[in-house]
């Protein structure tokens, strides 16, 4: 008996069941689409993750964890616990084998996105993703004390433009009810996305966070203390401290050299890491969340396949005369139990068909949602090998999932012989 | 055609006999009318000779094979290739067309695929024949599924199956009983007109005795099973 007249009495025998089946495969497809989607999302969180930072071999900051350290300068989360000084900052920035530093100085916020002081630097060294640099949607950097750039959703969520003024708020929270209400900002251009933290901040220079603070001590006002923008552009706007610096080496070879020795520095308590190093340490500690979502989507397919083996299983009382009628016309059992088997990949083979479809569609329909809600993009691509390698799995636990019907037809098969029994 | 010799059968090792047949023969191209009150081992000795159950001991022989000494899978490709049967109702599979369900026993005998090629070209061309030749206009039938027929169309329509391809040995287990009296004649005319001189040995099962005396021979199981007869 050859396979395509199996198949095609599996298909017509569906067909018959319509019902039932279309239910069963969108139970499939559901799950399908659920666990491809969850591999998705997480296979580009995690690139969207360590493409955060590229091209920096070394950041520094006080001393701490080197997750806290990794949050607070490069995802703008959590608080430095402590500065470096200008002096240590400039000591280690002028040693032969650095190339460049970007120093970063924290600690304000504008209508909750954070402020982050820099340098000239940041738009020429800074790079994510696959190397790249710091693009402008408009305008240029900072050329003044008082000139911010924005991040691009910075100014997309608040509606800013080039040229607009904005008030910097004092320490971190959205309420921000002490401001620097005295020295406005103007925004001299806007970067464009990069799907990054880049996006949620403004960028001042380091002269522009000490001029906000000229005048205040202990984060408040000196009572009677004030200093407009001309006469702060005035004073001495080197900074006393920074919260880190990142660093790009002349030679990548000496990554652990400088990281030991900067380890090591004797001037205050420091703390240099390998930024990939510290992404790969704070991935693994989301690790377990990963592994929750995925257990459930695995759960989901179990279940959906249980629902076809259900299905199956249900139907096979009311097909015996059925079967007794192939028996009669030369099937032998095996080819009853074929029938059933066949039944279950084509049910699961339609289920997965469907659930690709399901999973771009909702892709296309949901993909901007979550750029704006999660920050996250999704790229909408062919399937990637890990995602065949589920698929083949799904289809793999299909027909073993399908093979139970089918052992039980075979055997019922085997005891009717071609007595028809009802 | 069919040798029985010695055939003893029963479901279970601790169950009784059910056939206990010393000898039953029927020549090529009889037609035999096998009647006998359910219960006496009809659907048992049809299930013999269709080689899907084996009796403990004893000799069958159909169409010339000891079906005994093959193996299950060989006796199936056996009863595809030289046997064709008619229930007694619903024989015919619901989500099959007429025409799917004539060319079944097509898809798992090549013989039988081959001989139905032969007598009209295609597979299908054949079904369509023996549709006509039932009766049965291929119009008013071909656009219904199965359970939209009336019972004596499916009847017909299983006839045809049956027939398809020229199995040496054609076994309806109470073709008629579902009938009305004056459409179970006809049916009986279309059969017996379709295996006239081709050699095709008939073997039906009935306990309506007032057609027994169209076939060429009567035979009570009774009188040839001697298992039940306490």
Redesign the interface.
């Known amino acids: 008996?050859?396979v395509v007249?199996i198949v095609n009495?599996s298909l017509?025998?569906l067909?018959?069941r319509r019902l039932t089946v279309v239910l069963t495969i969108f139970a499939i497809a559901v799950s399908l689409m659920l666990i491809l989607g969850v591999e998705k999302l997480r296979h580009n969180a995690k690139l969207s993750f360590a493409n955060t930072i590229s091209g920096t071999d070394l950041i520094v900051g006080a001393r701490s964890g080197s997750i806290q350290l990794l949050l607070y300068s490069v995802f703008r989360i959590g608080n430095a616990t402590n500065n470096i000084s200008w002096k240590s900052y400039r000591s280690i920035a002028e040693r032969k084998d650095v190339k460049w530093t970007i120093p970063i100085s924290l600690g304000d916020s504008h209508r909750g996105f954070r402020v982050m002081g820099t340098t000239d630097a940041y738009f020429r060294y800074y790079r994510y993703g696959q190397k790249r640099t710091l693009q402008f949607q408009v305008g240029r950097p900072f050329a003044d004390v008082f000139e911010t750039v924005l991040g691009s959703e910075v100014a997309q969520a608040l509606g800013y433009k080039s040229g607009d003024k904005i008030i910097i708020d004092h320490g971190i929270g959205s309420s921000g009810f002490v401001k620097h209400k005295d020295k406005p900002f103007i925004v001299s251009g806007i970067l464009a996305r990069t799907g990054t933290p880049v996006d949620r901040t403004v960028h001042v220079s380091l002269e522009g966070i000490t001029a906000i603070h000229v005048g205040w001590r202990s984060g408040a006002r000196i009572p009677g203390m004030i200093i407009d923008g001309n006469a702060a552009r005035k004073m001495d706007l080197t900074p006393r401290s920074i919260t880190a610096f990142m660093v790009g080496l002349e030679s990548r070879l000496a990554a652990f050299k400088v990281l030991r020795e900067i380890n090591n520095f004797r001037g205050e308590p420091i703390l240099a890491i390998l930024p990939g190093v510290a992404l790969q340490e704070l991935w693994g500690v989301m690790g377990t969340a990963e592994a929750v979502l995925s257990a459930v989507a695995i759960m989901v397919v179990a279940g959906g396949l249980l629902g076809m083996a259900i299905m199956l299983l249900a139907s096979l009382n009311e097909r015996r005369?059925?079967m007794?009628?192939?028996?009669?016309?030369?099937?032998?059992?095996?080819?009853v139990g074929a029938m059933f088997l066949a039944e279950a990949v084509l049910i699961s083979g339609f289920g997965c068909f469907v659930g690709f479809l399901l999973l771009y569609l909702g892709m296309i329909i949901l993909q901007p949602m979550i750029e704006a809600h999660l920050g996250l993009f999704v790229p909408i691509t062919p399937p990637m090998p890990r995602e065949w390698l589920i698929l083949v799995f799904v289809m793999i636990a299909a027909t073993a999932v399908g093979l139970v019907p089918a052992l039980m037809a075979y055997r019922k098969s085997i005891a009717d012989?071609?007595?028809?029994r009802i | 055609m069919i040798e029985l010799s010695e055939v003893r059968f029963r479901w279970h090792r601790d169950a009784a006999l059910v056939l206990d047949i010393p000898k039953f023969e029927v020549k090529a191209g009889e037609r035999i009318f096998l009647e006998g009150p359910s219960g006496c081992g009809k659907t048992t000795l049809l299930n013999v000779l269709g080689g899907v159950v084996v009796p403990e001991n004893g000799s069958v022989k159909v169409n010339g094979t000891e079906i005994t000494q093959l193996n299950s899978a060989k006796r199936d490709a056996f009863r595809a290739d030289h046997i064709g049967i008619i229930f007694q109702m619903f024989n015919l599979i619901p989500y099959l067309s007429p025409i799917d369900n004539i060319t079944l026993p097509c898809r798992f005998s090549r013989q039988r695929h081959a001989a139905a090629q032969k007598n009209s070209g295609s597979v299908e061309k054949e079904a369509r024949r023996l549709l006509a030749q039932m009766q049965l206009p291929e119009d008013a039938i071909i656009n219904f599924s199965a359970f939209e027929l009336s019972t004596g169309q499916q009847q017909r329509v299983a006839a045809a199956r049956a027939l398809i391809g020229a199995p040496a040995l054609i076994i309806a287990d109470e073709p008629t009983s579902a009938l009305d009296h004056d459409v179970r004649q006809t049916f009986i005319n279309l059969l017996f007109n379709e295996i006239t001189g081709t050699g095709t040995t008939l073997l039906f099962v009935s306990h309506a005795p007032d057609l027994a005396e169209q076939f060429d021979r009567r035979i009570q199981l009774s009188d040839i099973n001697e298992a039940n007869q306490k």
Do not use: Q, Y
């Open positions: 008996m050859p007249a009495l017509r025998s067909k018959n005369r059925e007794a009628i192939l028996r009669a016309v030369g099937a032998r059992p095996l080819h012989g071609m007595t028809v």
